[in-house]
């Protein structure tokens, strides 16, 4: 026994001095390190190989390294030189250069050659800061032609940075991201906006784009503003404030609530997916709602989580023994559907506007057939939202609707856990999103972002022009040109005059062109009324980019549809003038103008009838003898139809500030 001890206590000793032995050699090696300067000098990850720095500017190039040390910097053949400070950050700026490349940038200690960082494949032209919510996070795989776009992608002077996703409580002096080259094997996750946008500025101007993107769908515009700007207003100042009482434990709580959220979105609860589809599952207690229809409609209220819904249906006998097509319009983007208890599809953010599936033939029964339906209905959207005659079961040639009574029940699963999205709260995005490229040299701003504003659109006249003046001082390149998309047309048509969110959010962005050097592509005509998210995204970025060729490029082209100047009254008429008018104002379509209202002095808004008469648009009613405003598109989606003669859209506008006056001098007040 005692022999035993002591071989194991030698044994012991052995390894006790082999660790020993390991840990000095670990020291010493890292003493060397230290003194060779490795892992001294550091850049931070919005430099990388393969990125595009702004030309015809002084290059900022920034990082940190030993305290006092001379940093030396090479740009293909220019230099710079600094000295880093006692916290070790350093800062050069290389002189202008023109448009070109491939440069290699190499930074190190002077005295320490063995320090250096190499970045190759770098470009000079020019870069674009891409930002705001989904609409601008829309991928080119989400967009319309997703497969033809993605196969074409050659372009090796287009790179994108794709600002990896986090929030914080403090600016942030660095990020997760990485450089990328356009090609068909990288660009399907890219902005499909701010993509369509760098192909036509670089086939346009032969230079270099880059595009930063930083974007966050269902984000709020306070989410992207610095805690000091929204401080100012009174607006954003005590919602700002709150945000003291957060720590990185209340997004770690989050986060795993996240998690479990989207399992049980994906996952079945309850083995419900087992029971509930099967063609004897007894659905006789469950309520009833008409189908096509959203969760709005279903009269439970505000509503988030899991919803099954039951539909039984006699087929023709002629479709027996036959593979049939179901169509069901575009449910909520994840959901799961089920025939006779078999599963034919698991969408999982299947965004395409109209969605079909095939069943296959020896699922159908004779009688009696059974379909069901696992959606997740999430952000108060949820249901068949399709016309009546999109949702049915086709063999070819005959069709059977699904529209109608279907069956649904909400309690069939667990409650969805609930998050408090901290991305949506002030500052956050800001402090982890933009704080850390702030003064990478870039050529200007891209935005496209409002959506989650619609609910105080009033305020976003003040939040808007505040957001861009914050980034503009913090870039400290002047009035860098700020460029933007308004909101398109959404939700479904209303057949009278009415006050609207949407056209409120639409007139703030159209008064922020008032802030110097920007411009703002109205994108009214190309929306969809079932669909936050218009797919036409290479419309959008060529509308966006028109806009950059006039106010950055100086190109003499129109680039906006017909702005509203002015009115004048004749009687019963109002004749409304317009800037942006190209050679003759236009009808899209053969119908005549539509899109018009009209109010006389009790506010009661008609359709009115409207003409163009050369550079005018002459509008009346008969039921108004004494107008005194006129609106133009002003609703959520509107019909209308006014161009140009370069095929550009009119921007909505009324004439009239009637419901918001109010509110806009409680505005100012704030």
Known sequence: MNNILIQNGLHMEKIVGSVRRVTLIFFILFLFLLEQGYAQITLPKVFGDNMVLQRDIKIPVWGSATPGATIVAELGKFLATTTAGQDGNWKVRFDQLQAGGPYELKIFELGKPNSQIRLKGILVGDVWLASGQSNMEWSVQQAQDANKEIA??????????????????????????KWKVCSPGNVSTFSAVAYYFARKIHRD?????????????GTPIESWTSRDKLLTSGITKARTLANDTLSEQSFMKDSLKMVHFWDMVYHPQNNTDKIIPLPGYDDSNWPVVQMPGMIKDFGIGPYEGMVWLRKTINLPESFSGKTLTISIGRPETNYSMYFNGKEICKAVWNSNAKQSYTIPAQLLKKGENVITLRIAMLWGGGGLNAPAEEIYITDGSDKASLAGKWSYETTAEPALPKMHNYQYYPSLLFNAMINPVIAYGIKGFLWYQGEANDSAAYHYRKLFPMMISDWRERWGQGNLPFLYVQLANFKDRKPHPAESEWAELREAQALTLSQPNTAMACIIDIGAANDIHPTNKQEVGRRLALTANKLVYRQNIIASGPRYRRYRKEGNRIYISFTNTASALLTKGTEGLAGFAIAGKNKQFYWAKAAIEGKEVVVYSDKVTDPESVRYGWADNPECNLINSEGLPAVPFRTDNWRGLLLLLNLLIL
Do not use: C, E, Y
């Not at 101007?205 to 769908?217: D, R, Y």
């Open 152 to 177: 074409n992608a050659n372009f090796d002077q287009i790179r994108f940075f794709q600002v990896i996703q986090d929030k914080k409580l403090s600016p942030q002096q660095d990020l997760k991201g």
């Open 205 to 217: 101007h032969q230079v270099p784009i880059g595009i930063i993107q930083s974007t966050w769908g």
